[in-house]
Structure formats: structure tokens, C-alpha cells
């Protein structure tokens, strides 16, 4: 069944969120949705308020950081080296990778989802980012193969890091930093900042990127409807 992403107007204020939400609720049944996503700035306690009434569940806390691409931190060329556009034959490993690669993300955390399906969310995600989607497909390769990915989307002013992941056996190796360098390198002439979301409970992810020279801006909290 299809999933959907419900966006608030940022004018909008309970009265007028229930009133849709209840109009929506139908709609989604009608249309089959099994999950509908939604994201509600952390400052908003009026806007998580409205949608847990309505019967969403509040599934993780996602740390938004920024980066100007022309404050690009210094790093040697040679760190990126082997950080390529995606082959044809790389889609493949990739998709296999993201089936593998997530426990952290919210379909994982979300206890009504079960692993199986969220396995293959996340498979299929990348397998269409990687087949048109996505406005870049990164590859970083061992033995000239694929051992990790990032995917980005680009809206003419921000890149921002969409999807990325390692290979389990290949972790450890420095490979998730080279993958950022080489994002970071795609857009450096392109785009005016990069921005990336992740989990406040991934330390080790938020260092990454602030390695880099990200800062956050903003935290959102992610909900699930589910459809009964």
C-alpha cells in the first residue's frame, strides 16, 4: 500500500489543523494509505498536540544541519578519491546495502512497523533514487566496488544529503567521511549550502558532519499515522 507525507502551512493553528485532518482522514482510507508522515518543529508543542489527537505517534527527534558550501573545511583531495558517480552495476549492491544498512531511522523505530517492511522501504528508496530520483548518486568504492552510497537531492540553491550508508563490513574504515567530502565536492560549485538531517540520538552521525563544518538550525519531530 502507498505511504504519504502530510505538510502543514506554517499559518495554520489547531482549529484549523483538525478541521483538515479530519477531511484527510477519510481521504487517506479511500486512497488506501497505510502510513502518512508528518514533521512539526520541535517549538511547536500546539502543532504535536493536534496531530497526536488526530492519531499520529510521535516517532523520533530529526536534527537538521546546514553548511555554506563556499566554507568548505579543509581536507586532502586524495580523501574523496575514490568517491564516484554511480555505475549502472552499483545500484544493485546499493539498494542490498540500504536493506541492511538502517536500524536507527524512524520506520525502524517505529514498534508498528515491522523490520522486514522497513528493510524494504529503505531498499527501495534508494534503488528509485538511484534509478532517477535523486539529482546525485555517490558511490564510495573498494576493489572497484561499492561499498557505501549517498544520494542527494538539489533544489537549485541547497543539496541536501538525502540518503547515505555504509556496508556493514566495510564500517570503520573512514568510508562514511569520504562520501560526505565527495557530496560536499559534487555541489561546491553548484549549490550555496548543503544540509543534512539526522536522528539526536546519533552522536557519532551529528560529529560526522560537524567535523565538516555543519551547525544545526532547527530539530523537528517526526510522526506516524498508521491506518487502523
Known amino acids: ?49 493536534a496531530l497526536i ?34 555505475r549502472p552495476e552499483d545500484v544493485s549492491v546499493c539498494t542490498d546495502i540500504a536493506r541492511h544498512g538502517f536500524h536507527s531511522d524512524r520506520y525502524h523505530m517505529d514498534p508498528r512497523i515491522d523490520d522486514f517492511k522497513a528493510d524494504e522501504l529503505k531498499a527501495s528508496w534508494v534503488h528509485n533514487s538511484m534509478t532517477g530520483r535523486a539529482d ?37 574504515a573512514g568510508l562514511g567521511k569520504q562520501l ?11 549549490a550555496q549550502k548543503m544540509s543534512v538531517g539526522t536522528q539526536d540520538t546519533n552522536a557519532a552521525s551529528i560529529a560526522l558532519y560537524q567535523g565538516f563544518g555543519f551547525r544545526e538550525i532547527e530539530q523537528h519531530i517526526t510522526f506516524h499515522w498508521i491506518n487502523p
Open 53 to 86: 489527537e488526530i492519531g499520529f505517534e510521535a516517532i523520533e527527534t530529526l536534527v537538521t544541519l546546514s553548511h555554506p558550501l563556499d566554507q568548505i573545511s579543509d581536507m586532502k583531495p586524495s580523501q574523496a578519491i575514490n568517491v564516484m558517480k554511480a
Open 1 to 49: 500500500a502507498p505511504v504519504g507525507r502530510l505538510v502543514i502551512p506554517d499559518e495554520y493553528d489547531d482549529r484549523q489543523i483538525a478541521a483538515c485532518l479530519a477531511v484527510f482522514l477519510d481521504e487517506w482510507a479511500d486512497q488506501n494509505l497505510w502510513l502518512v508522515s508528518c514533521r512539526a518543529a520541535k517549538n511547536r508543542p500546539d502543532r504535536a498536540r
Open 180 to 190: 560526505v567530502k565527495g557530496a560536499l565536492d559534487h555541489y561546491g560549485d553548484r
Open 136 to 172: 546525485a548518486a555517490l558511490v564510495v568504492l573498494q576493489e572497484n566496488m561499492a561499498r557505501g552510497f549517498v544520494v542527494c537531492m538539489f533544489d537549485g540553491e541547497t543539496a541536501t544529503i538525502d540518503l547515505i550508508a555504509v556496508a556493514s563490513s566495510a564500517r570503520g
